[in-house]
Each structure stands twice: as structure tokens, then as C-alpha cells.
């Protein structure tokens, strides 16, 4: 069995790894969390062992790495919502980028055979221009808030301390990825979890920012295998786009979401999410990743979608 | 006369900024420093609204430049040491990014019409194939220390609050620029010190790290000119690669300063110095900037050596 260490373990692309991890049954799982609240997301957590820790404490983290000395290190925790990153932009950097020094620090000190998954994020790229769809490796960087910045911050430290240290390092580059357990704050969770409750009685109106951008949606089940692939197979040092390879306008988003409720749902848009929104399209070229490995997504978004509006029927 | 603002402005090429600045007659010129050690550097302290400041603290920042309104802020200040950021990764980048936010909020909250110059580095560069030389502003990025990654970072902040937020930012990244003032911490300016103390009879002996590396160096007399132009001229939210478009071999500077000196002078190989240096070549493609301003180095690298090295006889 292969020692596997997930970074924010509860968390959303965290609790979906977990599970596959355990279900390929090769893995020795242990993970850290921040929040108890969040191991509610946990469907197996007596089978791994689970550390509160923050990833700010240099020594804690260290102690940690130095205990368990994993084979493989998915490095997934972080602050992870653009919107936010605007009110705290020093926050978001500070917490992104320490968090991933004291990890990469602790495994140069303690096992520096450790292949280490550093997740990046298709928001580095951000303003895309149309000859640049669908967007492969080396499209430019053009991010439009402080998280995406603070993203390819960590993707570039992760590459300086393979090239400077000899750390094994994989980069990806998700696009958005969705499914039950993603916060509220992310467009398809805000829309489904209002649909759950408009059918439960409270309220009647849906809240929508803009929705003529278009996005490059993957059911996070698909996304987690592909980090494992990504970490287990990847060329260290390298990078790969992980995506779908298809673009959804958010309305027609909205509109499948609506056709999967029985109740009938108005839409208004609200002034407060219109900031900060934009009209840009994002879509993966994920063919280095694919030339690879052979993955692609496998769950139609339908299925997504359905899974993600149970997800919300079911919370009370 | 347009208010100029420079952040560090008593470091190595801040003062000569200021010098440059203050010598046009163009500029009511203000600036923040940190350490009262470093002023002797300031040739017309008196004709600058000298500032004590650490732009970490946000409303001490924030204070200042409300009280400034600049017209145009050039951002010098930083931690500029790749070598030492491999010992201090966190404060390299937690310093040089705060700071940074700290002024781009500071402006955005304040004047928005703030010019403002986000000095990167041709470190974000890195580990440069030969196929990529000399080196374009679309290379690609292969930092090989934490501070290039901070700057990296710097560098995307810059265009992402121009992007998001119509920040009118222009950023540089400079090559190697040396001449009097600068720290020992860097190469010629070790050189030449160590010369300096020879001829004073302390010691006989050089020391050395590699020396087969080639550097792109230019004037920090030349490099001031184009940071202004820069900054007056340049594109927002575009970048230009500033150098000279020759790179020289770290032995040929050396052999070049021995020849300066009338002592006799041994050279001995430093093994801490071994540590964390390479043989890369930088070499600099600035026609971008070349077109748009007209701006090429003018000083040649001999008087430059010979003013660093006198520079160095006057220390005592």
C-alpha cells in the first residue's frame, strides 16, 4: 500500500479524492482539515487518519510530514474562491503560498522522494482571447483577481523547487469542476442549493449574476482520478490542463438545473453578484494530459448536475 | 512639476533614481525608506520628502499615499536577494507581495490615476533554453529561487490590478544591473569590494563562486532612464524586458576588474558560494522597449566596473 497524504482531506476536491483513494483500495490514507465542520463531507473517516492542523504553523507541519513521510502528497488546501480574494487579497496569498513553502520546506527536509501534487488553477490564464481557445499549457497568463495570482504563484514555486531543490513535483491546472459538496459560493452549488430551497418553501426567487459567460464544467469524480493519474503517472516538473474540453454558458446551466425541479422557479438578478463577474469564455485542451494517460471526463454533466441538486435536497 | 513617488528610494537603484529624477528638474519627488543606514546613499536628501515607512504596515501605507496623491509611483522597494531567499522563502515572498498589495490598494483607495511601475525581475525567466536567447518578453518562465517567483508573482499582481481593477500599472523586468552603491550580496559589486579591500592591505585573496555563468549586466545609471521612460511612455498593463543585449561571462567581469587594480590578486573558489549558482546565460531582447522609447544602455561596462570599484576605495 502507498502512503497517501491529502492536504484539506474535508474539503470539496478533498472529500471526493478521499473517496476514491479508499475505493481503489491501494492507498494508506491520512489527510489534514482545518474545520470540524467540514468532516461532515467525509463518507469514510474511520478509515483515515485525519490531523487537524493549520498549514500556516511551519513546525506543526513539519512534525507532521516528518510522522508520516508519505509516498504520494496531494497538496489541495487552500483559500479557493476568486470573489473573495478581492476583500483579501493579502489573505488569500499569504495563506496559498505559506502553506505550500511549509509543506514543500518540510518534505526537502524529511523525504524528499515524496512526489507532490501541486494544484494550480485554470483562473492563471483568465482573459483569454478567442485565438487562444481552447486553451492549452502555453496560452498566457492574464489573471483577473488576486486568487488567480496567488495560484500561479503556487504553480511556479512548485516548478522552481523542482528545477532548484529536485523535489517531485506534478503540476495541474483544473478547470472548474463541480458536484454535491462545493460551497454555495461557486455558480453551480448557488444555483442548485436555491432550487433545493424554493422546493422546500423558502422563498421563491432565484439570485443570478451574469450568465452569459461560459465555463468549462468536469464532475469533480472525474477531476480526483485525474489528480491521482496527474501524481502517479505525470513527467515532475511538468504541467497539464485538466478539463472537460467543452464550455456550458452559465444560463444554459441554469436552465437544465431548472428543468431537473418540478417547481416552478423565477430568476432576478442581483446587483451584489454582478460585480466582479465577466463575460469570458474558458475551455481545456487537455490533450497533453490525455496523450498521457488516456483520461477523460466520463460523467455527463446531466448527471452532475442531478447529483449536485440532490446534494442540496438532502440538507436540511 | 509631476509628483514622483519612489518606494525604497535609498536603496541601490532607488538612490539613483532619485539622482536621475531630481537632476531633470521635472519631479517634486517624495520618497519611503527603511533603515536610516542606508540614506548616506541619498546625494540631495534635503530636496526629497524623506519618509520612514515599512510599506507591510497597510494603514501606514495607505496614510502615506493619501497624503502624496503621487502622479507617479515608481515600486523599488523589495526583497531583492535570490540567494538569500532560499533561507527565507516565506518572508521573501510574504514581503515583497504585501508590500506591493499594500500600494496597489493604497492607490486604487486614493488616486486612481496614479501611474504606477511594478519592477519584476529577468529572474522569472530563469532556466532559459538556448533556443530562447536572447530573451523576449514571451519567454517562458523557469524560475529557479523563491525571489523570482516572488517576483513573479509581483509581475502578475501588477497586471491583474490592471486588468480587474484599470490600475494604471506598466511593468519592467530588468536585467542585471550593477554600479556603485549596490551590495556586496551581488556579484561585481563582491568583486570589486573585495579589490578594495586588498589594495587597503586587508587580505590577499579573492574569493570566488562559479564563474562560468553569463550575465546580461547594464549601468543602474542606464537602468533609472528606462524605468522613467518607462513609466512616462509605457503601455498599460504591458511589460518590457530592459538590458543590454550583450551578456558577459562572470570570469570575463573579473579578469576586467583585476586588470583595474595595480595590486596583484589571487583568486580562491568559495564553496558556500558554489551553492545555489549555475551556469545559465541571460541575455536580453528589450526591442519592445527599444521601439517604443528610443532607450538603449549607454554606459559602457568598463566605466561601470571602474565607478564600482572606485566606489568601493572611497568605503572605509
Known amino acids: 500500500m502507498k502512503k497517501a497524504l491529502v492536504t484539506g482531506i474535508s474539503g470539496f476536491a478533498g472529500s471526493h479524492l478521499a473517496d476514491y483513494l479508499l475505493q481503489t483500495g491501494q492507498y494508506d490514507l491520512s489527510g489534514t482539515y482545518l474545520d470540524e465542520n467540514s468532516l461532515k463531507n467525509l463518507n469514510n473517516p474511520a478509515k483515515i487518519r485525519l490531523q487537524k492542523l493549520n498549514l500556516l504553523d511551519e513546525d506543526a507541519t513539519e512534525e507532521f510530514i516528518r510522522k508520516e513521510k508519505p509516498d504520494i502528497l496531494f497538496h489541495l488546501a487552500a483559500l479557493t474562491s476568486p470573489r473573495n480574494s ?172 431548472k428543468k431537473m425541479s418540478s417547481v416552478k422557479i423565477s430568476v432576478e438578478t442581483e446587483p451584489a453578484l454582478l460585480k466582479h463577474s465577466d463575460d469570458r469564455e474558458l475551455l481545456c485542451d487537455f490533450s497533453r494530459f490525455e496523450k498521457l494517460t488516456g483520461w477523460k471526463p466520463e460523467i455527463p454533466i446531466e448527471k452532475t448536475l442531478q447529483d449536485t441538486l440532490d446534494y442540496w435536497r438532502n440538507q436540511v
Do not use: C, W
Open 86 to 257: 478581492f476583500d483579501s487579497p493579502k489573505e488569500t496569498f499569504i495563506n496559498n503560498i505559506s502553506a505550500q513553502i511549509n509543506i514543500l520546506e518540510s518534505v526537502k527536509k524529511n523525504k524528499t522522494e515524496t512526489r507532490i501534487l501541486v494544484v494550480s488553477s485554470a483562473e492563471v490564464y483568465g482573459l483569454v482571447s478567442s485565438e487562444n481557445l481552447p486553451i492549452d499549457e502555453d496560452a498566457p497568463f492574464n489573471p483577473t483577481n488576486p486568487y488567480a495570482v496567488s495560484k500561479l504563484a503556487q504553480d511556479f514555486l512548485g516548478l522552481q523547487y523542482y528545477l532548484s531543490d529536485k523535489l517531485k513535483i506534478v503540476r495541474v491546472r483544473p478547470f472548474n469542476h463541480v458536484g454535491p459538496r462545493q460551497s454555495p459560493r461557486f455558480v453551480i452549488s448557488a444555483f442548485a442549493k436555491q432550487i433545493a430551497e424554493i422546493e422546500r418553501g423558502k422563498g421563491k426567487i432565484m439570485k443570478v449574476g451574469k450568465l452569459a459567460a461560459r465555463r468549462d464544467f468536469t464532475d469533480v469524480r472525474d477531476m480526483v482520478k485525474a489528480y491521482t493519474l496527474a501524481l502517479n503517472m505525470g513527467e515532475l516538473g511538468d504541467v497539464y490542463n485538466l478539463g472537460r474540453g467543452r464550455s456550458y454558458r452559465i444560463s444554459e446551466i441554469l436552465e437544465m438545473l
